[in-house]
């Protein structure tokens, strides 16, 4: 252990990114999880480039969608997987007024650049109208991290001390570090997700009616989901089921079975966006990832090593000082 410099707490999208970041760069480090729970073993990978009810592009969408694509699509040969399913998203409006609200944006330079040139598939039942967005996808994030964790404890890089003496410790805990309130007032969400079985079209990603609909091969979809920001467990519950369940019906059909029915909580701190930086202990923390972790981890993950290694300072909205965090 002469040689561990560096000491990761937590191996869920953060952790598993920065890991993958220093490993590239050939720095000693290891890696420290106990093997369950956490949002990244549940959530559904998605990447939509325009998001939300007000129909924005993700924070920053420009600067962090080419890398993350390009990061997990080229650990797919190292990992001998496919992480990164590309799949056009179908952006659903349920009323007139929504439609109109979406039609009023099409034409934005920040928008434009995501809209399909493909052929329009047509509008779903029970939907007003619908726009197909590029860049969109799900990273399968269970499979990336259980293969990553299988790498890095081949090459001896994991280690089942869930504290270990090194010159840097980073915590990546996610919601777990955040909902003491160690880091400033959080605003973590529980989400609940159901993975059903339908007979319903895979071409695309559904989003509309509050909810989303991915399509992950087999005939198998995931649906979700909810937000709570009272009970942080991550124990599937009866409303999360019967407010999935509905979802299911609108945005794929009344024909399906369920075939799992999980929760998480997403570690949300200031506006929903990550942070980078030191704790008042002085630990490096990398959390805050939101509901975009897939997103977001890959590109936070070279800010932060860059920062670490070669003292390069990040610009001043990722960087945790503990007074933004509560704003
Ligand atoms: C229902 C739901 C759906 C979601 N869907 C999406 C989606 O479609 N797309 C998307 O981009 N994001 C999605 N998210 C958000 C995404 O899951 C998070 O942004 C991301 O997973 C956070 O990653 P993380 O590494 O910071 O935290 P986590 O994934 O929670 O990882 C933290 C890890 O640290 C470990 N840990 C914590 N404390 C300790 C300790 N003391 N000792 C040992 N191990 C410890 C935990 O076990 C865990 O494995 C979703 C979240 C939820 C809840």
Redo the contacts with the bound molecule.
């Keep these: 252990m002469s040689e561990c410099k560096i000491f990761i707490?937590?191996?869920?999208?953060?952790?598993?990114c920065l890991a993958w970041r220093l490993f590239e760069r050939g720095i000693p480090f290891r890696i420290?999880?106990?093997?369950?729970?956490?949002?990244?073993?549940?959530?559904?990978?998605?990447?939509n480039p325009i998001t939300g009810k007000n129909f924005e592009p993700s924070w920053l969408i420009q600067e962090f969608h080419p890398e993350a694509v390009s990061f997990y699509q080229k650990l797919e040969e190292l990992l001998a997987a496919k992480l990164w399913y590309p799949l056009p998203v179908l952006r659903l409006s349920s009323s007139e007024k929504e439609s109109r609200k979406i039609a009023a944006k099409l034409e934005s330079s920040h928008i434009a650049p995501w809209l399909s040139d493909q052929a329009f598939p047509g509008v779903p039942t029970g939907f007003h109208t619908a726009v197909e967005l590029k860049g969109g996808g799900?990273?399968d994030?269970e499979l990336f991290?259980s293969l990553s964790h299988k790498f890095f404890s081949n090459k001896g890089l994991t280690t089942e001390q869930?504290e270990l003496p090194a010159d840097t410790t980073i915590l990546?805990?996610?919601?777990?570090?955040l909902v003491e309130n160690k880091l400033g007032q959080h605003r973590c969400?529980?989400?609940?997700?159901l993975t059903v079985r339908a007979n319903w079209p895979e071409s695309h990603i559904r989003i509309g009616a509050g909810g989303?609909l991915?399509p992950i091969g087999a005939r198998t979809f995931?649906i979700?989901?909810?937000y709570e920001w009272n009970q942080l467990d991550e124990l599937p519950t009866q409303p999360g089921l019967e407010r999935i369940l509905g979802l299911a019906n609108k945005l794929g059909g009344p024909d399906f079975e369920v075939i799992a029915h999980?929760?998480?909580?997403?570690?949300i701190l200031r506006r929903s966006q990550p942070l980078i930086g030191k704790n008042k202990d002085g630990n490096w923390i990398?959390?805050?990832?939101?509901?975009?972790?897939?997103?977001?981890?890959p590109k936070m993950a070279t800010m932060l090593s860059d920062w670490i290694l070669d003292k390069k300072e990040p610009l001043e909205h990722f960087r945790y000082t503990g007074e933004d965090a509560a704003c």
């Design positions: 707490l937590g191996q869920g999208l953060a952790g598993t420290h999880d106990r093997g369950f729970g956490g949002s990244s073993r549940i959530a559904a990978g998605l990447i799900r990273v994030t991290i869930s990546c805990q996610g919601a777990e570090g969400a529980k989400g609940e997700i989303w991915v995931r979700g989901s909810t999980v929760a998480g909580i997403r570690p990398f959390n805050a990832l939101g509901s975009k972790g897939t997103l977001y981890a």
